[in-house]
């Protein structure tokens, strides 16, 4: 009996499905900045001359705040994102944002401290007082946006990145086991 697909197209055809389920979860706009995206630092000085820009801005949540037609994110942002955009881990020197999330988010999901991503426009600023001060946000209006796993409480490397415990394994003598290695039995 002939084949209809020859062996090696099936072969590719296989290889290229194994790598689209594969695929990175993050969408293509959070990965990848707007090519002229000024940071916020550079904005918080003049926001006048970036309205309606086109920004890539991440970091830590303050506030999920839902109102009447969307969820307005209060966010301290990073100074930097990494490769795929997430927020970089440090102090949050970058300033502070609001993002205008046009649908209902769940504040317990969208809880303080967790990272998130967000892609829109500069619309404004607004005024809002941290303690007893008064503070400019730049506000935009998002259009895509990203919240980030949870980091896990353990770092890789427990107690600190590369260590491994020498005395660990199947041959591993331990001298109040009777019966010597290994210690399994």
């Not at 090519?35 to 000085?45: I, K, Q, R």
């Not at 969307?70 to 955009?85: C, F, H, I, P, R």
């Amino acid at each position: 009996m002939r084949r209809l697909i020859p062996k090696a197209c099936l072969e590719w055809l296989l290889a290229g499905l194994m790598l689209t389920a594969c695929a990175s979860q993050i969408p293509p706009t959070i990965r990848e900045a707007p090519a002229d995206n000024p940071s916020l630092e550079t904005v918080c000085g003049k926001v006048a001359d970036y309205l309606e820009r086109q920004v890539r801005w991440g970091g830590k949540l303050i506030e999920t705040e839902n109102r009447e037609n969307a969820t307005w994110l209060t966010v301290l942002a990073s100074s930097s994102l990494s490769k795929d955009g997430e927020p970089e881990s440090g102090d949050g020197g970058a300033g502070r944002f609001i993002a205008i999330v046009p649908e209902f988010l769940d504040p317990k999901v969208y809880a303080a401290d967790r990272k998130v991503t967000v892609t829109g426009t500069l619309l404004r600023t607004e005024t809002r007082l941290v303690g007893e001060f008064p503070y400019t946000y730049p506000v935009v209006q998002a259009q895509v946006w990203y919240l980030w796993p949870k980091e896990s409480g353990v770092p890789y490397g427990y107690p600190y990145p590369g260590w491994y415990d020498p005395w660990y394994g199947p041959w591993y003598y331990n001298p109040w086991y009777p019966y010597g290695y290994p210690y399994w039995r």
